[in-house]
């Protein structure tokens, strides 16, 4: 099974920007869709965006405009760029293969800090 790696966060003003990265361990060209998701303390994790193999995207309404999802099938890397970040995107964020429901097998995440 892949193994995923996120890294990339940190902490910036509102109004910045932040490129996250999400590396697999293996063939990332074998898996159709690749996604991100994010959860802030408190709240439950959500859906921010996704990107399959053809390079078809889709974005949570809350970030559409603002944020970027790519992928690099020969560098098994999948890269989220995010600008005009705000204070409500502070989040940990993690990206995983597919959307479906019962995926347990979540990294690490890396962690977003957005200050006012």
């Known amino acids: 099974q892949v193994q995923l790696v996120e890294s990339g966060g940190g902490v910036v003003q509102a109004g910045g920007s932040l490129r996250l990265s999400c590396a697999a361990s293996s063939n990332l060209f074998s898996i159709n869709t690749m996604s991100w998701y994010r959860q802030a303390p408190g709240t439950q994790r959500e859906l921010v965006a996704i990107i399959t193999r053809g390079g078809s995207t889709d974005y949570a309404d809350a970030v559409k405009g603002r944020f970027t999802i790519s992928r690099d099938n020969a560098k098994d890397t999948v890269h989220l760029q995010m600008n005009s970040l705000k204070p409500e995107d502070t989040a940990v964020y993690y990206c995983?293969?597919?959307?479906?429901?019962?995926?347990?097998?979540w990294g690490q995440g890396t962690q977003v800090t957005v200050s006012s």
């Open positions: 995983r293969p597919g959307t479906g429901l019962g995926y347990v097998n």
